[in-house]
Structure formats: structure tokens, C-alpha cells
């Protein structure tokens, strides 16, 4: 597997020079630049799948250099890092096109946590031949279901229709579009882009997705492209389509009807050729029913629909899966883990997988941390998938199970083995209010983690290190 490049600019020798340790530890390509003018020139010289760059720099600083990269390499990921850490800078990141942003003094488990979240939104150049002739290269799915769905995949990919694909969060509908993009044979060579429609407040949505012009708000401080300009040419994926208010949906509309649109406080009509796919984890058909979404635009979008089946309805994937995932991470992590035992396998094919395969390759990758096996055993699993291979395991008292006549009597003596599946479900029972709290309150502020540190009264490092404990996912959000 290639390692991952990453471009680490900052002005600060010391910082610099941590950084880089920190991620050669971690096995990823290193590079460093002293400033923007000397990060632009790495950039001309090859491809990375990340820029990590401080804010305040003399010269060029780290938010021209988020603008210079998102004009001219529109797929790779920044993020940036401030001794600021206010939401007018965490907006200011976003407004400029960065993934995200850390503030000092970073700490390694969540410098870890945003790389991969924003690694995973990387999309190789076209020519980097990564996906080779396979638009499903890397694509594990054997299932009937799925098999279906990279067939109709190929039919829909060298027409020009709007694709809707809907699907749980986490079944791999950013991988379904980007697999369209690449077996079109019109637009493979092109930009495909994405945004996520929920992770901005309206105001920056329009703005990142038609761009705006100089002076048209406060933070405006220069001419801007927006996404459908980028993607001229090639494709655009709108993810969380379900998202949009009703004025962007309005917008949205003309820009899919007609080409055209204007920058955020432009009277210039801008004409392109992008192909447009809409993601969403909801039912729009039920969002129109109850009118929170408009039927035009939903037919606009819903030309050809694409349903994606959660993972506990394509089970018959689930090793295959597990083992490839598990394969990637000890070679990314350097671990030398060569399999899985029995019975945690056992414990895995039980699971629901309620978010589906990007939870699973968060909980293979959290297990392959942890591990100190040459094999992934039961105790590397997170607790609330043991908690309920035991809830699973434990006697569901039914009656008929008991003998005639015998509904009073004494339950036998409880085994070793049940007493030390009892403790562990009491003990891991006791953490799942913990969990449903913390969902439910990273789920009131969007996922924001500061935000949510803030609400819960606890230090952001601690809320990382709970998220982490209790198996939380949060690389979809």
C-alpha cells in the first residue's frame, strides 16, 4: 500500500520539526516547508494527500495557502493549525476551503484522528492511475445485492443523468459515486468533487458551492470558486443533499436544470458541464410528503436512484471485509498482526453494524492499535460489541424451554462461564449511559467536538479519549 504524503508548513523550527517526528512515527511520507512560498513550491513538484499548515506565517500565510490549494489541487485535503481556537477561526478555515483545524498544543490522538478523517476524503488525480482501468478497485462486495449495484453503476456512468444514492451512513456512498466518475468515460479524466451540504451553515454553503466575489460579506477578502466551478468538466457529489434549506434548494435547482449560476454577490452567470450525484442518509421521498423538501428538485435529482444495502443485510461480506481491513491497518500501524482468532471472527459476524462499513474499519482499526497479539482476540474488541455477543449468548427465558409443570422452580446454579459473562455485561452496562449521552449531545451540535466538550463540562482532550473508549464513531460526521 503507498504511504500516505503529507506536507507539514511551519514557520516554527521546533513545531516543525515535532510534527515531523510525530507522523514518521506514525509511517507517513513526510515533507516540510518553512512557509506557503516554499510549501507551493513542493506542491509543484509532486502530489500529497495532505497539507498540515500553521495559520499565522510570514509571507504567504496558512489561509492563502488553503486558497492556492483548493484552486489548484481541488482533491487534496488541509488542515490547518491556529493558537486561535475560536469558532470565528474554525469558520474562517472552513470558509476558505480547509478540511479542518487544530488548535496548539496539538495533541497526537486527535492530530491521528484528523489526518485519517481527512485522508479519507482524499481522491487521487486522475492520472495518479491509482484505480487503474477497476472503477471498483479496492471495492469489496460479493454480495447478489451489491453486485447488482456495480452493474447498474456501469450502465448509469456513461450517460449524463443526475444519480441519487441513498443509503445508511457509513455504507460507502461516497465510494458508489466516485466509482460513477470513474467509469465515465467522458469526465474519469476530470475533477470529481465533493461537499458535504450538513457540515456548513447555509451562508458558507452557497458560498462553497458557487463561490463569491470580493466584498460580498464580512471575511470576503478576495474572488472565490465555488464547487460546481471546480468541477467543470467532471463531477460533483452533494452529500447530505437533505440538508439544503429551502432558498439553496431553489438555487440548486437552476444550477441543475440549466448549467448556470452566479457567485455570491455576482451578477455574472456562470455556464458548466458537471455531472451531479446527491447523496443522502434519509428518505426524500417522506421529506417531500412532509414538505421540508421540494418535489421538483427531488425529481431533478431522483433520475436514476441507487440504494445502497446497510452491512447487515450483505453479511456474507463481512470477512471479507474484516480481513481486508485488518490487512491495511497492521501495515499502515507497522503492527505485525496476521489474522484474527475464532471466536472474536464469531463475534464480529454477529454484529449489527449500525454504522455499517466505515464503522467497521474504525473498530479494526482501533482493535489493531491496541493489540498486543499476533492475532485479534475477544478482549481487543470494543465493549459494546462484546456486550452484545453476551446479551446474544445469555438464555432469553423462554418458557418452553423449562420442563412441564416446573414454571416455579429454582434456576439451576449459574456456571463460571455465565458469572463472567454476567460481570462483563454489568460492567460494560454501566458505561452505556456514559455513550448514549455523549451521542447525544455531539449529535445536538452537529459533532462538533469543542462544542460538545463545552456542553459536557470536560477538557476536549478528555472528550476525545471517551469517544475513543467507548467506540464512538465519528469519521462520518
Request: hydrophobic letters at 40%; aromatic letters at 6%.
Amino acid at each position: 500500500m503507498q504511504r500516505k504524503r503529507i506536507l507539514v508548513v511551519d514557520d516554527d523550527p521546533l513545531i516543525r520539526g515535532s510534527l515531523y517526528e510525530m507522523l514518521r512515527s506514525r509511517h507517513y511520507d513526510v515533507e516540510m516547508a518553512a512557509d506557503g512560498t516554499e510549501a507551493m513550491d513542493h506542491l509543484r513538484r509532486r502530489p500529497f494527500h495532505l497539507v498540515l499548515t500553521d495559520w499565522k506565517m510570514p509571507q504567504v500565510d496558512g489561509m492563502s495557502l488553503v486558497g492556492h490549494i483548493r484552486t489548484n489541487y481541488p482533491n487534496m485535503s488541509v488542515v490547518l493549525i491556529t493558537g486561535f481556537g475560536t469558532i470565528n477561526s474554525a469558520v474562517e478555515a472552513i470558509r476558505h476551503g480547509a478540511f479542518d483545524y487544530l488548535t496548539k498544543p496539538i495533541q497526537p490522538e486527535e492530530l491521528e484522528a484528523t489526518i485519517q478523517r481527512a485522508l479519507s476524503q482524499y481522491t487521487p488525480p486522475p492520472d495518479a492511475g491509482e484505480a487503474g482501468d477497476d472503477p471498483f478497485a479496492g471495492v469489496i462486495g460479493d454480495d447478489p445485492a451489491m453486485q447488482r449495484l456495480f452493474g447498474m453503476v456501469r450502465s448509469v456512468a456513461g450517460s449524463p443523468a443526475t444519480v441519487l444514492i441513498e443509503g445508511e451512513s457509513g455504507t460507502g456512498k461516497r465510494i458508489i459515486a466516485l466509482a460513477i466518475h470513474r467509469a465515465d468515460p467522458k469526465r474519469r479524466q476530470q475533477p470529481f468533487v465533493e461537499i458535504s451540504c450538513g457540515a456548513l451553515p447555509e451562508t458558507l454553503l452557497e458560498s462553497e458551492l458557487f463561490g463569491h466575489v470580493k466584498g460580498s460579506f464580512t471575511g470576503a477578502i478576495r474572488d472565490k470558486q465555488g464547487r460546481f466551478e471546480i468541477a467543470d468538466g467532471g463531477t460533483i457529489l452533494l452529500d447530505e443533499i437533505d440538508t439544503c434549506s429551502p432558498a439553496l434548494q431553489v438555487k440548486l435547482l437552476r444550477a441543475i436544470e440549466q448549467k448556470v449560476f452566479e457567485r455570491v454577490g455576482d451578477t455574472r452567470t456562470i455556464h458548466v458541464d458537471v455531472r451531479l450525484i446527491a447523496a443522502t442518509n434519509r428518505a426524500l421521498r417522506e421529506l417531500v410528503a412532509q414538505g421540508t423538501f421540494r418535489e421538483d428538485l427531488f425529481y431533478r435529482l431522483n433520475v436514476v436512484s441507487l440504494h445502497l444495502p446497510p452491512l447487515r443485510q450483505r453479511r456474507g461480506d463481512l470477512p471479507l471485509l474484516i480481513t481486508s481491513f485488518l490487512e491495511r491497518s497492521a501495515k499502515v500501524m507497522g503492527k505485525s498482526i496476521t489474522g484474527i482468532a475464532d471466536d472474536a471472527m464469531q463475534i464480529l459476524l454477529q454484529y449489527d453494524w449500525p454504522g455499517n462499513v466505515r464503522q467497521l474499519e474504525n473498530v479494526i482499526d482501533r482493535c489493531v492499535i491496541f493489540s498486543r497479539h499476533a492475532k485479534l482476540v475477544v478482549e481487543d474488541l470494543p465493549d459494546e460489541i462484546r456486550v452484545q455477543a453476551v446479551r446474544g449468548a445469555t438464555p432469553n427465558g423462554d418458557a418452553s424451554a423449562a420442563p412441564h409443570g416446573a414454571g416455579h422452580a429454582a434456576s439451576p446454579a449459574p456456571t463460571p462461564a455465565a458469572e463472567s459473562a454476567e460481570a462483563l455485561l454489568l460492567k460494560q452496562a454501566m458505561k452505556l449511559p456514559e455513550r448514549e449521552l455523549i451521542l447525544k449531545v455531539l449529535h445536538d451540535v452537529r459533532w462538533n467536538r469543542s462544542k460538545a466538550a463545552k456542553r459536557l463540562g470536560i477538557h476536549r482532550s478528555t472528550l476525545y479519549h471517551k469517544i475513543r473508549q467507548l467506540g464512538i464513531n465519528t469519521s462520518s460526521q
